[in-house]
């Protein structure tokens, strides 16, 4: 049985991997020919025009490997539920991703984009129902209108966070590929294995993007950010607590765009305006290459998932946030004088 389902798992990878290897070059190929190519500009970091369609055979190649999960067995019967619920928003966002790459859609019918996958994810039950306490003891379990707030929160907090870190070339997916690896783990140490499919075909798919888009970029993920942060904000929810495991993991970029969308409201501004605020920006313009930025980013990413993997109950994740936490607002305030 064990060998059957590490060969099924290297299964599901391989089909991942090679439909987004495949896949990729060609949309390289189409968007250079249509002309659907990123201008450099001030705020932008390549001088080269480059292609922003990334997104496209990531959500292709994810979709694609789902699919091939949903005849499984399934210990919980309202699973198949969420997994066709995340589909249906990834392909919404894939979409509507698409037309913003294209043609640079107005922030409105972006939000109405993120709240309307959230939305479907929670009709297909995927929900924060409870959160753990940390001093110990059972959870914390939530009023239905309050899981259902912090569910929608969550989701569109992730879409924005992992867009927002999508500044440098292969940042976005490398950062995301740890987190899915940490993800799947945990599912697997839970011996929650259809679940643990799942960030397994996300690791694929977006390793084969990440091959052309790794500095110097061939392709920018574009859109393929919102899939990302879509795909990561469920995976953490479903299949048990690890809303925690992915606060920690990812708390380098979620607490750089908490603090610069402090620093807008503080500033009077919008806090979804576009500017260089952001670390690897400053990094960037403190003479640090972008493969520095990046291989330091996917360093931390790794280091704070080893110990959301490691550290044994909430009550110590939520010690490692608090230090984490600490230290990065400390940094980022320093930078912002420099």
């Known amino acids: ?44 970091t390549h001088t080269q025009p480059t292609p922003r369609l990334g997104g496209v055979p990531l959500a292709f190649a994810f979709l694609l490997t789902l699919a091939l999960t949903l005849a499984l067995p399934r210990t919980d019967d309202k699973e198949l539920a969420r997994v066709v619920g995340l589909m249906l928003g990834v392909a919404i966002v894939a979409v509507v991703g698409f037309f913003d790459d294209v043609r640079e859609l107005k922030p409105l019918p972006l939000f109405a984009m993120q709240f ?27 009023p239905e209108w309050l899981g259902i707030a912090f569910t929608i929160f969550w989701i569109v907090g992730m879409m924005n966070t992992v867009n927002f ?12 590929l740890i987190a899915g690896a940490v993800l799947f783990l945990h599912t ?25 888009n790794f500095p110097p970029a061939k392709i920018f993920l574009g859109s393929g950010a919102y899939v990302l942060g879509l795909a990561l904000a469920v995976l953490s929810i479903i299949g048990g607590a690890k809303v925690a495991t992915a606060l920690l993991v990812l708390a380098i970029p979620i607490l750089d765009v908490a603090w610069q ?15 260089r605020g952001h670390l690897h920006h400053r990094l960037y313009d403190m003479r640090l290459s972008p493969r520095k930025i990046v291989l330091l980013y996917y360093s931390l990413t790794a280091l704070f998932g080893a110990l959301a993997l490691w550290l044994p109950s909430p009550a110590y ?17 320093r930078l912002r004088h420099q």
């Open 1 to 44: 049985m064990r060998l059957f389902m590490a060969a099924y798992f290297g299964f599901i990878f391989a089909v991942a991997l090679g439909a987004s290897l495949i896949l990729t070059p060609l949309m390289i190929r189409l968007a250079r020919r249509l002309h659907w190519l990123d201008q450099p500009s001030p705020r932008r």
């Open 116 to 142: 309307g996958v959230a939305i479907i994810a929670i009709v297909s039950g995927v929900r924060i129902l409870e959160i753990p306490n940390p001093f110990g003891g059972a959870a914390i379990f939530l």
């Open 165 to 176: 870190l999508d500044g440098l070339d292969g940042l976005v997916g490398g950062v995301a």
């Open 188 to 212: 697997y140490k839970l011996e929650q294995y259809s679940i643990a499919l799942l960030p397994l075909a996300l690791m694929g798919a977006t390793l084969g993007v990440l091959v052309f």
């Open 261 to 275: 969308i402090f620093q807008r409201v503080r500033a009077g501004k919008s806090p979804f305006a576009a500017d």
């Open 317 to 333: 994740k939520l010690i490692a946030l608090v230090i984490i936490g600490g230290g990065a607002v400390a940094v980022l305030a």
